[in-house]
């Protein structure tokens, strides 16, 4: 089994380094877990900081093409490079590497084929009115198109099964977060919230 974390970054220069040195370089029930950062158009340096950085695979969008085409691309390559479980971490540093087993594990129980890092927002204090809102209104939306309930829809800490991840077809430009969710419950996909 590989695991593949892709890194999506527009401009994390200054944190990308720190989240990929929190990603555990290995893991049981896995034979290989590779780092894939997907730069997308940034001009910060964040290509040379990601390879400098110990990132196996680094793939340069020419131009800025958006979070969802970034992390459509980088699912693609993944699939390419023969992942068995893909994981998204963001380049901001807001989530923890260390977190990757307890997300992957109900994956490698084949429990679940999509798993979401629950940030328990609800409770953040820092986390905005406008965002709680959001996630509150994404929450009832995809569960009424998908049957999916989950409370944080909006966490780009995800891991996906291979067969998941080939299914998927990312149309947005802006965000891929609602909309993966939604085809997942569709397709009858197992999506269990962690943490
Ligand atoms: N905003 C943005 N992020 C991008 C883009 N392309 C790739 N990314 C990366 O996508 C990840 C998530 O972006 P964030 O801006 O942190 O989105 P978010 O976590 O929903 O928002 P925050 O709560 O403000 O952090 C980061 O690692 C970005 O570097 C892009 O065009 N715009
Ligand atoms: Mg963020």
Redesign the pocket.
């Known amino acids: 089994m590989k695991l593949i974390v892709q890194?999506?970054?527009?401009?994390?220069a200054a944190t990308l380094a720190g989240v990929l040195a929190s990603v555990p370089r290995a893991l049981p029930g896995f034979h290989a877990v590779e780092l894939l950062v997907i730069d997308?158009g940034s001009d910060d340096g964040t290509a040379e900081i990601a390879l400098a950085a110990g990132a196996h695979h680094l793939l340069r969008l020419p131009q800025?093409?958006?979070?969802a085409r970034?992390f459509a691309a980088g699912l693609d390559r993944a699939l390419d490079l023969g992942a068995d479980v893909i994981v998204n971490l963001?380049?901001?540093h807001?989530y923890d590497g260390a977190d990757i087993p307890a997300l992957v594990a109900p994956i490698q129980r084949g429990e679940a084929d999509l798993t979401l890092g629950d940030r328990r927002t609800a409770t953040l204090s820092h986390f905005s009115p406008s965002?709680k809102m959001l996630q509150r209104w994404g929450s009832r939306i995809v569960a009424w198109l998908s049957g999916v309930h989950a409370t944080d829809v909006?966490t780009?800490f995800r891991a996906h099964s291979r067969a998941l991840a080939a299914a998927l077809l990312i149309v947005g430009d802006y965000t891929y977060t609602l909309e993966t969710l939604v085809q997942a419950g569709q397709r009858g996909a197992r999506v269990v919230s962690v943490g």
Do not use: F, M, S, Y
């Not at 800025?64 to 979070?67: A, D, I, P």
């Open positions: 890194v999506p970054c527009h401009n994390e997308d800025r093409q958006g979070l970034a963001d380049g901001d807001q965002k909006t780009g």
